[in-house]
């Protein structure tokens, strides 16, 4: 008997509902490795993204405050954005820095890309950390979002931890890498063996 554990095997799927580019549900059929058979697993397909941990040239690291709808509060986030479909994911990072807070940085590292929902999917997270970032042009957001970019210390994010002032799981995640540079190092040698 072997102790290792084997994928799912996917017989089917079927779309139920199409709102590309933002989402997409399908139902799975997929068998497990003791031969059972679930009808119905369902799957979200949602726009991977990239989120950066972005640090000035003066070590202050560049944040933004705005609104979620999903939690339905404003919070502190890094920068982030949607990946486009065919855009290499530093690529997106960098755009998107841009677009969102008109810092742009030369020094990036992959810190891997990350499921966010563990059985549904959703979309995939592409973490990123960039260095001797500079304010080269002003916000362009251009899409729904009311931002505002804020500098803060490495203390401050701790604090605002504290306070419960991040709402979003893969905010608290990328802070948790960056505060421990042994995860971090570790998930940056697991980005650069998948390439």
Same mark, same amino acid.
């Given at each position: 008997?072997?102790?290792?554990?084997?994928?799912?095997?996917?017989?089917?799927?079927?779309?139920?509902?199409?709102?590309?580019?933002?989402?997409?549900?399908?139902?799975?059929?997929?068998?497990?490795?003791?031969?059972?058979?679930?009808?119905?697993?369902?799957?979200?397909?949602?726009?991977?993204?990239?989120?950066?941990?972005?640090?000035?040239?003066?070590?202050?690291?560049?944040?933004?405050?705005?609104?979620?709808?999903?939690?339905?509060?404003?919070?502190?986030?890094?920068?982030?954005?949607?990946?486009?479909?065919?855009?290499?994911?530093? @690529?997106?990072?960098?755009? #998107? &820095?841009? !677009?969102?807070? =008109?810092? /742009? *940085?030369?020094?990036?590292?992959?810190?891997?890309?990350?499921?966010?929902?563990?059985?549904?999917?959703?979309?995939?997270?592409?973490?990123?950390?960039?260095?001797?970032?500079?304010?080269?042009?002003?916000?362009?957001?251009?899409?729904?979002?009311?931002?505002?970019?804020?500098?803060?210390?490495?203390?401050?994010?701790?604090?605002?931890?504290?306070?419960?002032?991040?709402?979003?799981?893969?905010?608290?995640?990328?802070?948790? @890498?960056?505060?421990?540079? #042994? &995860?971090? !190092?570790?998930? =940056?040698? /697991? *980005?650069?063996?998948?390439?």
């Amino acid at each position: 008997m072997s102790d290792e554990q084997k994928l799912w095997q996917v017989l089917g799927s079927r779309d139920l509902l199409d709102a590309s580019p933002y989402l997409k549900v399908r139902a799975e059929t997929v068998r497990l490795p003791d031969g059972r058979t679930v009808e119905n697993y369902y799957q979200l397909d949602q726009p991977d993204f990239a989120l950066m941990y972005v640090e000035t040239e003066g070590g202050k690291v560049v944040m933004l405050r705005t609104y979620k709808h999903g939690p339905r509060r404003v919070s502190l986030t890094f920068p982030a954005g949607a990946i486009e479909p065919g855009e290499d994911p530093l @690529a997106a990072a960098k755009r #998107e &820095l841009l !677009e969102e807070t =008109g810092y /742009a *940085a030369e020094d990036w590292t992959a810190l891997g890309g990350f499921v966010v929902g563990a059985n549904s999917k959703g979309s995939t997270c592409h973490m990123f950390h960039a260095k001797g970032a500079r304010k080269v042009a002003e916000p362009d957001h251009g899409d729904l979002e009311d931002m505002r970019v804020e500098l803060h210390s490495t203390r401050d994010l701790i604090d605002a931890a504290a306070r419960g002032d991040y709402a979003v799981l893969p905010v608290v995640a990328m802070l948790g @890498a960056m505060l421990m540079p #042994e &995860l971090r !190092e570790g998930l =940056g040698m /697991a *980005a650069r063996s998948v390439r």
